[in-house]
């Protein structure tokens, strides 16, 4: 039985008889592996026709070297719920390790977070302890990519990078290396890994590069970058995910920038492209969404709700259902963008900022539909709020309020339109700058002006 047998005999006669009982659980009861498998435990001395004989009545057919395979397989798939016992500490630690990473991963992918987030934190743990950074590193990927960034958060990566380098250097120094420094391995995988991930380095270099000029505010920096990051044929990267934070980068410098046409381009190209059957990122949908409105094209940005982010996406981000309030408010559907500000605010009470933009909203549709004892009755309630929040509250949203009460009293035009409040807010430099990607879709000095100058 050559490879097969040297697999079964790795296991105790224990442990042999636990594969058995695995494979029961896995298989019907009349399954030929099943029976293979038992008369290999019963019979570990005996030759291939010995067991063909018995499972086929034409033992020189082609089907049992395929169950031999199948067989192996299975083996392999549940030798992983059998611990080995004859193992040093070390080794026991980091199969520990591994398992945990392993169900964590299971867990998060069932959107377990809380649950998967726990055994990610244990992982990390024993990593730590066993002095494990490779597996620390895949602790780190995992949380990053299923949203559990405080087990392993971004602060401690220069000290995990320094650990991981130490770990390799230790590796190095046990093996005998080229001294030209050149790439010598006969393993081809290793070779195009080493390729890959020094491409991926140049990618994510230029993407984070891209990122802090951003940050900064340096727009021809950041241009003179995407330039740069497009000339090196970034469209299609090998990394799936350095593509999405260059787009993301991208979309932010258009945002900023206001250039929201060929924001909007930008989406509709990447959902075209081949790309579009990987897993598409929520903000992708956001920005696509907000290049519509905020070119007023309300009918298609509508369409983006209704058509990719209804359902579960509409539940785990409430900000959509404040968001499509804000397009019914600007097509002057009053009543239905009411309803769906009282639907969604609870759930808002987690996000200061789009809560708080929530009631303003309230408070302009009131004014709109002329409901003053209504409006004022809500206003009394905000100045409350207003003042029990007003650490959360941003600058442009309290100015804007301040406004509408003066609005409200009849306050003559000149004088709002020479208040340092209206001139503020109209600026918008510093930190009244107003951010086309926000709670704010809708700038409150141009509804003001509206209803100020008519």
């Given at each position: 039985?050559?490879?097969?047998?040297?697999?079964?005999?790795?296991?105790?006669?224990?442990?042999?008889?636990?594969?058995?009982?695995?494979?029961?659980?896995?298989?019907?009861?009349?399954?030929?592996?099943?029976?293979?498998?038992?008369?290999?435990?019963?019979?570990?001395?005996?030759?291939?026709?010995?067991?063909?004989?018995?499972?086929?009545?034409?033992?020189?057919?082609?089907?049992?070297?395929?169950?031999?395979?199948?067989?192996?397989?299975?083996?392999?798939?549940?030798?992983?719920?059998?611990?080995?016992?004859?193992?040093?500490?070390?080794?026991?630690?980091?199969?520990?390790?591994?398992?945990?990473?392993?169900?964590?991963?299971?867990?998060?992918?069932?959107?377990?977070?809380?649950?998967?987030?726990?055994?990610?934190?244990?992982?990390?743990?024993?990593?730590?302890?066993?002095?494990?950074?490779?597996?620390?590193?895949?602790?780190?990927s995992i949380g990053q990519e299923y949203?559990?960034?405080?087990?392993?958060?971004?602060?401690?990566?220069?000290?995990?990078?320094?650990?991981?380098?130490?770990?390799?250097?230790?590796?190095?120094?046990?093996?005998?290396?080229?001294?030209?420094?050149?790439?010598?391995?006969?393993?081809?995988?290793?070779?195009?890994?080493?390729?890959?991930?020094n491409a991926n380095r140049k990618q994510?270099?230029?993407?984070?590069?891209?990122?802090?000029?951003?940050?900064?505010?340096?727009?021809?920096?950041?241009?003179?970058?995407?330039?740069?990051?497009?000339?090196?044929?970034?469209?299609?990267?090998?990394?799936?995910?350095?593509?999405?934070?260059?787009?993301?980068?991208?979309?932010?410098?258009?945002?900023?920038?206001?250039?929201?046409?060929?924001?909007?381009?930008?989406?509709?190209?990447?959902?075209?492209?081949?790309?579009?059957?990987?897993?598409?990122?929520?903000?992708?949908?956001?920005?696509?969404?907000?290049?519509?409105?905020?070119?007023?094209?309300?009918?298609?940005?509508?369409?983006?709700?209704?058509?990719?982010?209804?359902?579960?996406?509409?539940?785990?981000?409430?900000?959509?259902?404040?968001?499509?309030?804000?397009?019914?408010?600007?097509?002057?559907?009053?009543?239905?963008?009411?309803?769906?500000?009282?639907?969604?605010?609870?759930?808002?009470?987690?996000?200061?900022?789009?809560?708080?933009?929530?009631?303003?909203?309230?408070?302009?549709?009131?004014?709109?539909?002329?409901?003053?004892?209504?409006?004022?009755?809500?206003?009394?309630?905000?100045?409350?709020?207003?003042?029990?929040?007003?650490?959360?509250?941003?600058?442009?949203?309290?100015?804007?309020?301040?406004?509408?009460?003066?609005?409200?009293?009849?306050?003559?035009?000149?004088?709002?339109?020479?208040?340092?409040?209206?001139?503020?807010?109209?600026?918008?430099?510093?930190?009244?700058?107003?951010?086309?990607?926000?709670?704010?879709?809708?700038?409150?000095?141009?509804?003001?002006?509206?209803?100020?100058?008519?």
């Open positions: 039985m050559d490879r097969l047998n040297d697999i079964l005999n790795a296991f105790s006669t224990q442990e042999k008889e636990q594969l058995l009982h695995l494979a029961s659980a896995r298989n019907t009861a009349r399954s030929k592996k099943l029976d293979l498998l038992r008369l290999l435990i019963r019979n570990p001395h005996e030759e291939d026709d010995f067991f063909a004989k018995r499972l086929y009545p034409n033992h020189q057919s082609n089907a049992f070297p395929q169950l031999k395979k199948r067989l192996k397989e299975e083996i392999k798939e549940i030798s992983v719920l059998i611990k080995p016992s004859a193992v040093n500490t070390k080794a026991h630690q980091r199969i520990r390790c591994s398992e945990l990473i392993l169900q964590s991963q299971l867990l998060l992918a069932r959107n377990l977070r809380d649950e998967g987030s726990k055994l990610l934190q244990k992982s990390l743990e024993l990593a730590i302890e066993g002095g494990f950074h490779d597996l620390a590193l895949t602790v780190f949203g559990s960034g405080h087990v392993l958060s971004t602060k401690d990566l220069p000290e995990l990078e320094l650990a991981i380098k130490c770990h390799l250097q230790v590796l190095v120094s046990q093996s005998e290396i080229q001294a030209d420094g050149k790439l010598h391995s006969s393993n081809r995988w290793l070779r195009q890994m080493i390729q890959k991930l994510w270099g230029l993407v984070s590069s891209l990122k802090n000029s951003i940050q900064k505010r340096d727009y021809e920096e950041a241009s003179l970058l995407m330039e740069q990051v497009e000339r090196e044929e970034f469209s299609e990267p090998d990394d799936y995910s350095a593509l999405c934070e260059f787009l993301h980068a991208k979309l932010q410098l258009l945002f900023e920038k206001m250039d929201f046409l060929p924001a909007q381009s930008l989406c509709e190209e990447y959902l075209q492209s081949k790309l579009k059957n990987q897993e598409v990122p929520s903000t992708f949908f956001q920005y696509y969404f907000l290049s519509l409105f905020h070119q007023k094209k309300w009918d298609e940005a509508l369409q983006v709700i209704h058509q990719k982010l209804n359902g579960p996406e509409l539940q785990k981000n409430p900000h959509w259902e404040y968001w499509k309030a804000l397009t019914f408010f600007s097509l002057e559907k009053y009543k239905p963008a009411l309803k769906l500000i009282h639907d969604c605010q609870s759930r808002l009470k987690s996000v200061p900022d789009y809560y708080l933009g929530s009631k303003m909203l309230e408070l302009m549709i009131l004014f709109e539909q002329k409901d003053m004892d209504w409006l004022e009755y809500k206003m009394e309630n905000f100045r409350k709020l207003l003042s029990r929040w007003s650490h959360k509250a941003s600058i442009r949203l309290n100015s804007a309020f301040h406004l509408l009460s003066d609005l409200h009293q009849h306050t003559e035009v000149e004088r709002l339109l020479e208040s340092s409040l209206w001139e503020k807010l109209n600026q918008r430099i510093g930190e009244y700058k107003w951010r086309p990607d926000g709670f704010e879709l809708l700038p409150y000095d141009q509804w003001f002006y509206k209803n100020i100058v008519k």
